[in-house]
Each structure stands twice: as C-alpha cells, then as structure tokens.
T-cell receptor, first 113, second 111 residues
Framework: QQQVKQSPQSLIVQKGGISIINCAYE??????FPWYQQFPGKGPALLIA?????SEKKEGRFTISFNKSAKQFSLHIMDSQPGDSATYFC????????????FGKGTKLSVIP | KAGVTQTPRYLIKTRGQQVTLSCSPI?????VSWYQQTPGQGLQFLFE???????NKGNFPGRFSGRQFSNSRSEMNVSTLELGDSALYLC??????????FGPGTRLTVL
C-alpha cells in the first residue's frame, strides 16, 4: 500500500520557469511533511518541511503548499536553475508510534537552459 | 557540525555472506534511522533507534537487523545476502525523529 503518491515521475522545465511537484497522502496520522533533494551518488538532502497546521511555507525559491482537507501538498521551485536538476522526494512522518518517513516515488527534474 | 557519516561507502559481497554497515549520526542526535533505496522500490524504511531502543521496524525479513550504541552510533547487519539486497543503504539522524538528515549511503552490491 503506497501511502504517499507523488507526481509527475519526471519533469522538464526551462531555466527561469516554475517547477511544481505534487504529493497526496492517505494516513491522517502524518504530522510532518518534508521534501528532499537528491543528486546522483549522494544521499537525500532535507530541503524544506511543513506541519499540517500551516498552509504554506517559503524558503528562498522553494515553497510548500499544504491542503489538509484534500490531503495534498506540493513543492514549487521558482526561477528554476540548471543546478536544481535532481530527483525530489516528498515524504510524510508520523510521530504517533511510527517514527518513520514514508516516501513518494520521486520526481526527476531537469532544468534546461 | 559534521554531517552523518557512513562506512564503508562501497561494498561488494557474494550471495550467502553477511555484511555490517556503520553510521555515525550528527553530534547530539539521538535518533538513527535506516532506509534501503532501490530503483524499483524507492526509499523504504528499515528501522529506527532512539537512545539504544528500536522504536519501529519496517517490513523486511529477519535477516536485516540493527543496533544502536550508547554514543548513538548505529550498525545494521544483513545476513545470508541475496541478489535482491543490492541497494543503497542510507542512514539518517535526527534530534527526535522527524527532521531527518541523511548520510551519503553505502552502496552494496551482491554478486
């Protein structure tokens, strides 16, 4: 049972454009939603995270939008740059006895000049 | 602060052997989690330790085990290796459990 569904699988964006990646979850016990960025040969790096009592969080060019009623959240990358080309993972965490991150399948982002 | 370190970075083993991977968390972090990453299954949770206690274990066979020491360092062991165990094994540390910082991983190849 995939508890976090991520789309699209791959995304090509022009330099300067907006990249949007979406995730949906099922388990209402999730209480922390991070996004990770992973470059080839590296471990995932924590990018930005949000809790369900907040609808939006912005850090630099990265914004998380969160819709609790729809059980959906998304990552927006403004002014996308070639250096943003990587695989992005959404995840969800439940502290109520689970203590694990449940990951989406990932989105491979390519930003072309 | 130094990040999460994992050793070794690369490992080649044959079927039936066993392997031990090591993880040193960020100083002050008491939670260590392990994940398996494969192209087909993505990132899957193996187990989580907090102050030497396993708080949760993922859906993996008993051949996968782990432990955490009093200095928060952690090891995971895979016995009787199978071809399907070839993967990137990632360790993540956290102060409490949710905000997890990953190491570079150990690339295990089983021949």
């Amino acid at each position: 049972q995939q508890q976090v569904k991520q789309s699209p699988q791959s995304l090509i964006v022009q330099k300067g454009g907006i990249s949007i990646i979406n995730c949906a979850y099922e388990n209402t016990a999730f209480d922390y939603f991070p996004w990770y960025q992973q470059f080839p040969g590296k471990g995932p790096a924590l990018l930005i995270a949000i809790r369900p009592d907040v609808s939006e969080k912005k850090e630099g060019r990265f914004t998380i939008s969160f819709n609790k009623s729809a059980k959906q959240f998304s990552l927006h990358i403004m002014d996308s740059q070639p250096g943003d080309s990587a695989t992005y993972f959404c995840a969800a965490f439940s502290g109520a006895g689970s203590y694990q991150l449940t990951f989406g399948k990932g989105t491979k982002l390519s930003v072309i000049p | 602060k130094a990040g999460v370190t994992q050793t070794p970075r690369y490992l080649i083993k044959t079927r039936g052997q066993q392997v031990t991977l090591s993880c040193s968390p960020i100083s002050g972090h008491r939670s260590v989690s392990w994940y398996q990453q494969t192209p087909g299954q993505g990132l899957q949770f193996l187990f989580e330790y907090f102050s030497e206690t396993q708080r949760n274990k993922g859906n993996f066979p008993g051949r996968f085990s782990g432990r955490q020491f009093s200095n928060s360092r952690s090891e995971m062991n895979v016995s009787t290796l199978e071809l399907g165990d070839s993967a990137l094994y990632l360790c993540a540390s956290s102060p409490q459990g949710n905000e997890q910082f990953f190491g570079p991983g150990t690339r295990l190849t089983v021949l």
